[in-house]
């Protein structure tokens, strides 16, 4: 059976402290790529809400035109049968 020595017992830790090391490096990495990621759906969250806004502010212009046509077809229509002079 082979002999343990003190030398591989070292080499083993050291070993396994690199890998500890990579390891949180690679975990440091995952966290500011979520982050990134999260920061970026606030910012796309925060386009989409705009456009929303955009699109009703749009809506309540189209409905005030289109009421202003009703209204103008209305007093076209009663004009045809009113008197003329």
Do not use: C, W
């Not at 949180?24 to 995952?30: G, I, K, Q, V």
């Not at 035109?65 to 009663?78: H, S, Y």
Request: charged share 35%; proline share 2%; glycine share 2%.
């Amino acid at each position: 059976m082979a002999e343990i020595t003190q030398e591989l017992i070292h080499e083993l830790l050291r070993r396994f402290h690199q890998r500890a090391d990579k390891a949180d490096t690679a975990a440091r990495d995952l966290r500011n790529e979520v982050n990134s990621i999260r920061l970026l759906l606030l910012a796309h969250q925060g386009d989409i809400s705009n456009l929303y806004m955009l699109i009703h502010q749009i809506d309540e212009r189209l409905e005030r035109i289109e009421n202003r046509l009703e209204l103008r077809e209305l007093a076209e229509a009663q004009a045809r049968f009113e008197p003329h002079p």
